[in-house]
T-cell receptor, first 111, second 118 residues
Framework: GNSVTQMEGPVTLSEEAFLTINCTYT??????LFWYVQYPGEGLQLLLK?????DKGSNKGFEATYRKETTSFHLEKGSVQVSDSAVYFC??????????FGKGTKLSVIP | EAQVTQNPRYLITVTGKKLTVTCSQN?????MSWYRQDPGLGLRQIYY???????DKGDVPEGYKVSRKEKRNFPLILESPSPNQTSLYFC?????????????????FGPGTRLTVT
């Protein structure tokens, strides 16, 4: 079956530090890949996506590249801010609508 | 504004007292889904619906019911809630959105309902 594995949290960084959150997946076929973000007290919202190999998704300074050879979709940001504190979920879609989520990584950014 | 709404946002109830959490979307989406979020377990799908009158079980359907009589609404029903159903619940909806020739089926999430069953 399909699965998503992302690095365990929590992750605590100082403001302006570099962020990497690792995500690897197992899926049949050619899935679409997503990063969702959940700010405190809110629902999930799409951060970025990539639908085929070598695509790079980007939004709000975050980036992730779909690497088929390593089955990975790592999230990166060059300089995090306090406002980036949230829980980040990696997810895949292989088929029609259904998403398979990772367990989430909580990021805390301190001034 | 395009959105998914859920009610109530917070609910404390007692074991065995039937409850319904409503979900409504205004984007004419075909697909709707319910998830529960628990610490250390991430999001797990409870039920989903591909269209009106079409529903199917997700990964953790036990103790839950759903209905899809109208395209915009997808209520979650707990006939006899138990403490192990204490959780944060999210409704989501989706339709295809094309990107580079391939549909991505982006899901839009509601704000969540925090349920406590004592």
């Amino acid at each position: 079956g399909n699965s998503v594995t992302q690095m365990e949290g929590p992750v605590t960084l100082s403001e302006e530090a570099f962020l990497t959150i690792n995500c690897t997946y197992t899926a049949t076929g050619y899935p679409s890949l997503f990063w969702y973000v959940q700010y405190p007290g809110e629902g999930l919202q799409l951060l970025l996506k990539a639908t085929k190999a070598d695509d790079k998704g980007s939004n709000k300074g975050f980036e992730a590249t779909y690497r088929k050879e390593t089955t990975s979709f790592h999230l990166e940001k060059g300089s995090v801010q306090v406002s980036d504190s949230a829980v980040y979920f990696c997810a895949l879609r292989a088929g029609s609508y259904q998403l398979t989520f990772g367990k989430g990584t909580k990021l805390s950014v301190i001034p | 504004e395009a959105q998914v709404t859920q009610n109530p946002r917070y609910l404390i109830t007692v074991t065995g007292k039937k409850l319904t959490v409503t979900c409504s979307q205004n984007m004419n989406h075909e697909y709707m889904s319910w998830y529960r979020q628990d610490p250390g377990l991430g999001l797990r799908q409870i039920y989903y619906s591909m269209n009106v009158e079409v529903t199917d079980k997700g990964d953790v359907p036990e103790g839950y019911k759903v209905s899809r009589k109208e395209k915009r609404n997808f209520p979650l029903i707990l006939e006899s809630p138990s403490p192990n159903q204490t959780s944060l619940y999210f409704c989501a909806s989706s339709s295809p959105s094309s990107s580079g020739g391939k549909s991505s089926y982006e899901q839009y999430f509601g704000p969540g309902t925090r349920l406590t069953v004592t």
